[in-house]
């Protein structure tokens, strides 16, 4: 018997606040056209005044526990994805630990910026299979729009709020690939390609938040080939190729990205989760969101092979292969 990490529940929560591209046309150089060509992106959510990445979480955290239908006293840890949390500490996790009335377990957050859900998703799988912990909670949750330079056209219409969660918990498999849970993942990172994504301020350096800098275009080209080998390698791992996969979610920052990476792995765009168009880049949620929405629209079913992959500053990429 081989212990697998298996999804039990799914969920998530954006802000109410829905932004259209052409509400930059106001104060920008910029038009719905270049962002919806260029991006993909139609629309995007910006949390509310006073509300932080934290109460996105908890919102995520209570649509996946009623999903599994699990309650807080379930789950044994809590591990955050964010590159935005509310302070810079405690962490997130402790936060929502709170909220969620745990007086049990641990919680900790990871910053992996846009890969951060597959660091997280990683982490977890570890946790369970080394025996610390039967059950988590992970989540992805991020107010990018608190770093945005609302100056720079390259950056500010790409980024959205929200957030979305998983439960993984503990079950016994055969040890094959037809198991459900967490099969593989591949983690990478180079921090040579610092300049390419980065935010410019800090506590130790600064000692403000700062604002987010990217150089779109090499970081573009990086993100198509740096994608599809790391989720060809995830694959391999397990003997799997390309063609095995039901659906790919990928990480969603630009659709022209996700359609380059799903034709180099020889799959078609009606295998590929797709929700940059609504959500614009939302960093560490981005995977979670999409794969709560795909569930709800039906796509995503029991049994069906995912291959999940993200990048994001650092730079930091990887994938994760499961089965639903
Ligand atoms: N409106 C109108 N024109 C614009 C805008 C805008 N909002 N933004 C840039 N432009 C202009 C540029 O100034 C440039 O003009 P120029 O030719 O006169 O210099 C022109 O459009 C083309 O710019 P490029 O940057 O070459 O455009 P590109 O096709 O590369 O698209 C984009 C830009 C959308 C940013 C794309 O490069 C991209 O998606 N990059 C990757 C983003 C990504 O994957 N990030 C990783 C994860 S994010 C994270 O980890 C936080």
Redesign the pocket.
Known sequence: MTLRAVVEGIGHYLPERIVPNAEFEKT????DE??RT??GIERRRFAAEGQSTSDLAVNAARAALAHAGLSPQDIDGIVVATSTPDLTFPSVATMVQKELGMAHGFGFDVQA??AGFIYAMTTANALILTGQARRLLIIGAETFSRIMDWTD??TC??FGDGAGAMILGAQDGTGETSDRGILSSDLNSDGRYREM?YVDGGVSTTGNAGK?R?Q??P??RQ?VEKLTSTAETALEKIGLSGPDVDWIVP?Q??IR?IQGTAKKMGLPMDRVIVTVQDHG?T?AASIPLALSVGVEQGKIKPGDLLVTEA???GLAWGSVVLRW
């Open positions: 920008l150089d910029t038009s270049w962002i260029r991006s910026v846009c056209r390259s219409v790409l994504l987010l990217m779109g275009n970081l573009f993100a990480h920052a630009n990205i880049n960093s990048i994001g500053g």
